[in-house]
């Protein structure tokens, strides 16, 4: 278990910029790997980006890849995610997680994660 809380969500105008952060505490487990997701209003969520930690890889959707930057700071405990270039269609809730070992689900799959952020706001304006 961990206890997962984003922060850093705001309203902007498109082509603005945001970083989300993501603090982890009370950790049992060391993560297989760590993801941002995000839900729109009437939408399902979705995988925005991952980072598997044993190999350093990092995995991005392609509505913001070349855009949005996942990284972590391991002295922090810290997730992040550098959004650049935003546009409305980004607009949603974004959430973080942690994911545990294999268990046969893809890294955009909200079923392959173990632990999840309450959520924060990103609302970009045209």
């Known amino acids: 278990q961990v206890q997962l809380v984003e922060s850093g969500g705001d309203s902007v105008q498109a082509g603005g910029s945001l970083r989300l952060s993501c603090a982890a505490s009370?950790?049992?487990?060391?993560?297989?790997?760590m993801g941002w997701f995000r839900q729109a209003p009437g939408k399902r969520r979705e995988g925005v980006a991952v980072?598997?930690?044993?190999?350093?890889?990092?995995l991005y959707d392609n509505s913001v890849k070349g855009r949005f930057t996942i990284s972590r700071d391991n002295a922090k405990n810290t997730l992040y995610l550098q959004m650049n270039s935003l546009k409305p269609e980004d607009t949603a809730v974004y959430y973080c997680?942690?994911?545990?070992?294999?268990?046969?689900?893809?890294?955009?799959?909200?079923?392959?994660?173990?632990?999840w952020g309450q959520g924060t706001q990103v609302t970009v304006s045209s």
């Open positions: 009370g950790y049992t487990y060391s993560p297989v790997c």
């Open positions: 997680a942690w994911g545990r070992s294999t268990n046969g689900y893809g890294w955009n799959d909200v079923q392959r994660y173990s632990d």
């Open positions: 980072l598997y930690t044993g190999p350093g890889i990092t």
